[in-house]
Every structure is written in C-alpha cells, then in structure tokens.
C-alpha cells in the first residue's frame, strides 16, 4: 500500500499562482510514476501532468506552459507549480503514485479554487 498527502490548495485570484506538494509512503517502488489529476464539479478526472522516476513528464494540454511538475525522489514528494491560473483551473486535485505492476494509488484531494 502507497499512502498520498496533498497540501497547498486554497483560494488564488485569477493570473495568480499556486504550489501543491504531495508526501508518499508506504511500500514503495523504485521505479514508479507520480503526478496530478483535477476533477471539476460535474466533470470527469482530467491528466494534469505526471513525472516518472526517471524525469520523463507528461501535461495535459489544458495546462502546458503555465503548470510544472517537479519532484524529489529521494523523499518521495511531488510538486505542482501552478502559474497564470484561471476560473477553469478550480477543481479538486488529486495526487497519483502508479506502481510498475501497475496499479494507481489516490491521494484525497486538495481544493483549487480560482475566482476574484
């Protein structure tokens, strides 16, 4: 088992930024996958951007350019910065750790929302 903590959400102004952090543990995998998916109200989960251990990353296209995933392997921790947000980034995301196997493990969110 992969246990996932979020933090840093909150209330940010449009054109603002934001940085989320995710902490894994548990039993973990050498090689693995970590990243960030949102889910707006009435809207099905949406990539936000994922990193593999060996630093291969992946964005949805919604936040290319504005959004960038980073993390530190040595203590199991992803990062999400997140500039120049809009109204449509508010939703509740979610850290992901996907194993080799592979089997994906879920994170209980953290709340964006973006409004003036």
């Known amino acids: 088992q992969v246990q996932l903590v979020e933090s840093g959400g909150g209330l940010v102004q449009p054109g603002g930024s934001l940085r989320l952090s995710c902490a894994a543990s548990g039993s973990m995998f050498r090689i693995n996958t970590m990243g960030w998916y949102r889910q707006a109200p009435g809207k099905q989960r949406e990539l936000v951007a994922t990193?593999?251990?060996?630093?291969?990353?992946n964005y949805g296209d919604s936040v290319k350019d504005r959004f960038i995933i980073s993390r530190d392997n040595a203590e199991n921790m992803v990062y999400l910065q997140m500039n120049s947000l809009k109204p449509e980034d508010t939703a509740i995301y979610y850290c992901?750790?996907?194993?080799?196997?592979?089997?994906?493990?879920w994170g209980q969110g953290t709340r964006v929302t973006v409004s003036a």
């Open positions: 990193m593999h251990s060996g630093g291969n990353t």
């Open positions: 992901s750790y996907r194993t080799p196997v592979p089997v994906t493990y």
